[in-house]
């Protein structure tokens, strides 16, 4: 058991790999990453075969890993690869930062989060107390110490709606804290600003807010207004409001203007790059798109 729980925090940092910034103009888009083994994410043509529910850039960008109706899968050259049993059903999924693992949750009831590696051995779990209601899976984050996650839940009480609201791991004891109130607007899709503020998606009449929230006092602020977050860049956020890809919240800098048929299903941490899934004649795909970096301060 001490293993077990001790896991997060005494992995070995097998680090996927380096960004470098080299030298480039404001608003340039070319990233350099050296990826130390590391596969290439997509092909020659910056696509992937298939689509995915949900998506997410380990802290480096070099790695992605997609969760769909087949489980959770690396994308390597283009291909996805799935790491998970046929049978298991996955709710969510994060990288462990600072390493190659992967914690995953099973729905629609989840009472651990299982660790494994990307070529799918399981490395460890961290049991949960109590069991967490999931359903179809509504975001996990883990903070960059490893120390805590950020789940979205779906509990489902009888004769009422859904309740879709956040709650904090604590990946030491595996104890489970609410972070806003069941029964409340609708919170998902959680992602680490830093290790003490996360971004999330608030949902409450029909309209939705990017928001951002301490977690050791509770404060809160409104990032954008009739907008979902879909991740992190250099502690600023990012969302998607209409069909721009923004960063920031005092004055946001647009990165990208999603087409007809695409959406953002993650961002790289480091900068530079979306992956979208897009609508072909033939079914989806993952593409990657290149952006230009946030600029401090907005």
């Known amino acids: 058991m001490k293993r077990a729980l001790g896991l997060l925090t005494l992995l070995a940092l097998v680090v996927g790999g380096l960004i470098l910034w080299v030298g480039r103009p404001s608003g340039e888009t070319r990233v350099e990453r050296t990826t130390r083994g590391a596969p290439e994410v997509f092909d020659a043509s910056g696509a992937a075969q298939g689509g995915a529910a949900r998506a997410a850039f380990n802290t480096t960008g070099t790695r992605l890993l997609t969760l769909g109706s087949e489980g959770v ?13 046929p049978q298991a059903s996955i709710a969510a999924a994060a990288w462990v930062s600072g390493t190659t693992d992967v914690a995953v949750i099973q729905s ?9 590696n990307a070529d799918g051995n399981e490395t460890g779990f961290v049991p949960l107390q109590p069991t967490v209601e999931v359903g179809a899976g509504q975001g996990l984050a883990i903070d960059s110490a490893r120390r805590r996650a950020v789940l979205g839940v779906e509990r489902r009480p009888a004769l009422e709606s859904a309740q879709r609201y956040l709650v904090s791991i604590d990946l030491s004891s595996g104890v489970v804290t609410d972070l806003s109130e069941p029964g409340g607007p609708d919170e998902f899709d959680p992602y680490f600003l830093d290790d003490g503020n996360v971004l999330f998606t608030r949902v409450s009449d029909g309209t939705s807010e990017a928001v951002r929230r301490d977690l050791a006092s509770g404060a809160e602020d409104v990032v954008a207004q009739n907008a979902r977050a879909v991740g992190v860049v250099g502690r600023i956020p990012v969302f998607v409001s209409g069909r721009a890809v923004a960063a920031g919240s005092r ?8 087409a007809d048929g ?7 941490p480091s900068g530079g790059r979306l992956a979208l899934v897009e609508s072909t004649p033939t079914g989806s795909r993952l ?5 230009p970096r946030p600029e401090p301060g907005v």
Do not use: F
Request: glycine share 8%; aromatic share 2%; hydrophobic share 50%.
């Open 251 to 258: 004055d946001p800098q647009v990165l990208y203007r999603l």
């Open 73 to 85: 899968g690396v994308v390597e050259e283009g291909k996805v690869r799935i790491i998970t049993p």
């Open 262 to 268: 695409e959406s953002v299903v993650a961002v790289d």
């Open 287 to 291: 593409r990657g798109a290149e952006i």
């Open 108 to 116: 629609p009831v989840a009472d651990r989060i299982a660790l494994i």
